[in-house]
């Protein structure tokens, strides 16, 4: 993907107060791709070093469990409600780093494909091998076009950086097969 030059570098600011006025809020929805792009490229590596291979957040069912037992409760919970073990295809959207996919690659006989917008994501996302994943730098808002359709598919924590929430599940559905499975987590309360 190219680099969108009139992409802005900067929110507006006023006295003392970081203010996201309406201007710059939709400067931001008209260049959001590159945005998204040049954001994930300034903390990709810092997350990857200080969180871990999940970009989300997790249930602690007890409250006082590790992260690492909290995301495997999670991930036990969301792979239920996917029901992957038989499918044929399945989609991960705005995969980041690629964790979840490669979970599900495990979890399924089919193939899983992780797409996200963001290079610099999607460069840590390839270090997880397996025969049936792959990985591809693509937008949300264009997933219709990819010309494929999917038995699930995943989003997870990253509906708040889509320009057009409507425009988004419109595209998404179209990639649904009939009878197949789409879920989307934003969040997850400590006691799930
Ligand atoms: C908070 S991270 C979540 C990553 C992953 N879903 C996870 O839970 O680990 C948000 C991700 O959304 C991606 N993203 C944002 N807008 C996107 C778009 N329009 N198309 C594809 N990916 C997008 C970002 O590049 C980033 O990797």
Known sequence: MSADPAAPTRLSMAPGVMTLTKETAQSFNEHYATSMQR???????????????????????K??????DAFAFTHAKYLKA?????????????????GFSN?????????????DISGAQLSHA???EAKN??????????????????DAVAYMAAACYLPDKAKAVSAISRVVKKGGVSF?????????
């Open 39 to 61: 954001m994930f490229a300034a903390v990709s590596d810092l997350y990857a070093e200080y969180w871990n291979d999940f970009f989300h957040f997790a249930i602690f069912p």
């Open 63 to 68: 409250g006082n469990e590790s992260w690492d």
């Open 82 to 98: 996917l029901d992957i073990p038989n499918a044929y295809k399945v989609l991960e959207l705005a995969c980041g780093r690629g």
């Open 103 to 115: 979970i599900m690659a495990q979890h399924t006989k089919g193939t899983v494909l992780g797409i």
């Open 126 to 128: 390839k270090r997880h």
């Open 133 to 150: 994943l792959s990985f591809k730098q693509y937008d949300v808002m264009k997933v219709d076009q990819l010309g494929e359709t999917f």
């Open 184 to 192: 989307s987590s934003i969040g997850a309360s400590r006691r799930g």
